[in-house]
Nanobody
Framework: QVQLVDSGGGLVQAGGSLRLSCAAS????????VGWFRQVLGKAREFVAG????????????SVKGRFTISRDITKNITRNTVYLQMDNLKPEDTAIYHC???????????????????WGQGTQVTVSS
């Protein structure tokens, strides 16, 4: 079983930055692919960014390209690793609850549908004021 803990949200002014973290742990030696999704109350969950298990492939939704960067830190203990979402030049429309999610695949394709993800973090609130 894999556990995900996401953190790093907060309140920031437009143009500011935040870095979200997704710490994965559990009883497996496999390294998951990880994605970040966000959701606003009353709206569908939206894919934001994702990274393959190796870190070689990343994918971003158009609205965050050039502003957000996803990366991962694979420790020597491969059962524990952290994925980061660096968010720069934040805009009020980025306000949402952000969730990280994970899946296991040896391929480099980054999954973008929430239905393809097996494990989810509890979510962290990001609020951007104008």
């Amino acid at each position: 079983q894999v556990q995900l803990v996401d953190s790093g949200g907060g309140l920031v002014q437009a143009g500011g930055s935040l870095r979200l973290s997704c710490a994965a742990s559990g009883g497996t030696s496999r390294i998951p692919g990880v994605g970040w999704f966000r959701q606003v109350l009353g709206k569908a969950r939206e894919f934001v960014a994702g990274i393959s298990w190796s870190g070689d492939t990343t994918y971003y939704t158009d609205s965050v390209k050039g502003r957000f960067t996803i990366s991962r830190d694979i420790t020597k203990n491969i059962t524990r690793n952290t994925v980061y979402l660096q968010m720069d030049n934040l805009k009020p429309e980025d306000t949402a609850i952000y969730h990280c999610a994970a899946y296991f695949s040896r391929g480099q394709y980054v999954r973008r549908s929430e239905h393809e993800y097996e494990y989810w973090g509890q979510g962290t609130q990001v609020t951007v004021s104008s």
